[in-house]
């Protein structure tokens, strides 16, 4: 049995993806400025900083003062935490804390929000320990936070096993060495071909510890 779960939040422990794309698209059409991709897919996965260049490349200039711009926008647009929580989250981390499984978040979002939504789900009691992407020097499909995870669990790779959902996370979790789980997402397409297991709901996630 693992002794350990990492979960990605976003599409995995919280359905956000979908808030964060169309947020951002909003905020892009109120200034009339078109972005490169209308396509969910193209931002699975993706970092802060990997979001931004992609959508406002070679002028950083503007990627800045846009990057504040939009930073106000979302504290007036803030996700509903409650409303995109897994619904099976809470069950499958009980589960898990009843077999002494430590439990542990992965996350590309910003440590904030990785708190966030922790204390509105009222996670706490379930969470040993978080990282977000912000706290790494490399960002997704680098190993580098799944590595700093096991670290401060004092685990190998062997005894955890990791949730994620997009192409980057799944790579970032296999170069660590570590089993992975896809979330299959039901409303878009994600190539989750390098994962060891595809599941369709999170309660399968006890049935491979």
């Known amino acids: 049995m693992k002794k350990a779960v990492i979960f990605d939040m976003d599409g995995v422990l919280a359905y956000t993806e979908k808030f964060y794309f169309r947020r951002r698209l909003e905020f892009f059409d109120e200034l009339k400025i078109e972005t490169p991709s209308r396509k969910i ?13 992609m959508l406002v490349p070679n002028d950083e200039k503007k990627r800045e003062d846009l990057k504040e711009k939009y930073l106000r926008y979302s504290k007036k647009h803030e996700v509903n935490f409650h409303d995109v929580l897994n619904p099976c989250a809470k069950d ?3 589960k898990l804390k009843e077999r002494n499984i430590k439990i542990a978040i992965a996350s590309s979002s910003g440590k904030q929000d990785i708190l966030r939504m922790i204390k509105e789900c009222e996670l706490d009691n379930y969470i040993e320990f978080f990282i977000s992407g912000e706290e790494c020097r490399r960002s997704k499909p680098d190993p580098e936070i799944y590595i700093e995870t096991l670290d401060a669990l004092n685990l190998s790779s062997k005894d955890a096993l990791v949730v994620e959902d997009s192409t980057l996370g799944i790579k970032a979790a296999k170069s660590a060495g570590i089993m992975t789980l896809a979330l299959v997402q039901k409303d ?19 049935e491979k510890i």
Not at 192 to 204: G, H, R, T, V, W
Request: avoid cysteine.
């Open 188 to 206: 878009y397409f994600v190539d989750q071909s390098e994962a060891d297991f595809k599941i369709n709901d999170l309660l399968e996630v006890i």
């Open 92 to 94: 499958v981390l009980g």
């Open 41 to 53: 897919q193209d931002f699975i996965g993706l970092s802060s900083d990997m979001i931004w260049e």
